[in-house]
Nanobody, 124 residues
Framework: QLQASGGGLVQAGGSLRLSCASS????????MAWFRQGPGKEREFVAA????????IYRGSLKGRFTISRDNAKSTVYLQMNSLEPEDTAVYYC???????????????????WGQGTQVTVSS
């Protein structure tokens, strides 16, 4: 089970930190990721991190503003979002990827578990 939290309403230029707590079967996952889905848009990859080693992957356009991190002791993954823009408005989802997944981190099909999503709204 994945529980995402931390969304809210923020002005452009502001910051938010999202959290995703994992439990149960998702704890054995290999990596965790954040995706987002804006109004009328498809769900898109934001960032991912491996539990072991903390290797990270970012959507190119977001690197530098967004930072993904993890706390293994708490089985929690975070997404620090800075310099937010109205275009960042979306529902943000966390997802767990199994150790045998071999496809692109960008593909939603490579993730076995999904959180319920948390709304992020950036006002101009």
């Amino acid at each position: 089970q994945l529980q995402a939290s931390g969304g809210g309403l923020v002005q452009a230029g502001g910051s938010l930190r999202l959290s995703c707590a994992s439990s149960g079967g998702t704890f054995s996952s290999y990596a965790m990721a954040w995706f987002r889905q804006g109004p009328g848009k498809e769900r898109e990859f934001v960032a991912a991190i491996t539990w072991v080693g903390g290797n990270t992957i970012y959507r190119g356009s977001l690197k530098g503003r967004f930072t993904i991190s993890r706390d293994n002791a708490k089985s929690t993954v975070y997404l620090q979002m800075n310099s937010l823009e109205p275009e960042d408005t979306a529902v943000y989802y966390c997802a767990a990827r199994g150790r045998y997944a071999s496809g692109s981190y960008y593909s939603t099909r490579e993730y076995d578990f999904w959180g319920q999503g948390t709304q992020v709204t950036v006002s101009s």
